[in-house]
Nanobody
Framework: QVQLVESGGGLVQAGGSLRLSCAASGRTVSGYSMGWFRQAPGKEREFVATQTWNGGSSYYTDSVKGRFTISRDNAKNTVFLQMNMLKPEDTAVYYC??????????????????WGQGTQVTVLS
């Protein structure tokens, strides 16, 4: 089965930057959109960003527009989330996930599957 592993999280001051990576291994199949979600303690999992397989279409939740950028390198089976101008409210565990269906471009957690284990992002005030 395909597996996703997030990395790149850490502790950063407000206004700083982090670059998250999500590496896929195992049986990978082209055509799936990839998404980033996050979950803070006591809160529901929140959509962050998604991008189609070919990178032609991306969508971001309003709170990260202009600050976060999703990208991918399909040859390396990796998707990235560049996070700039981080804010304390960005603190959460960040997860990557693959769309449940080929061509899917959903913005809700139930439209994704093959979740990674998450990577912690903590932004200090």
């Amino acid at each position: 089965q395909v597996q996703l592993v997030e990395s790149g999280g850490g502790l950063v001051q407000a206004g700083g930057s982090l670059r998250l990576s999500c590496a896929a291994s195992g049986r990978t199949v082209s055509g799936y959109s990839m998404g980033w979600f996050r979950q803070a303690p006591g809160k529901e999992r929140e959509f962050v960003a998604t991008q189609t397989w070919n990178g032609g279409s991306s969508y971001y939740t309003d709170s990260v527009k202009g600050r976060f950028t999703i990208s991918r390198d399909n040859a390396k089976n990796t998707v990235f989330l560049q996070m700039n101008m981080l804010k304390p409210e960005d603190t959460a565990v960040y997860y990557c996930a693959r769309s449940r269906t080929v061509g899917g471009f959903g913005r809700t957690a139930n439209e994704y599957t093959v979740w990674g284990q998450g990577t912690q992002v903590t932004v200090l005030s």
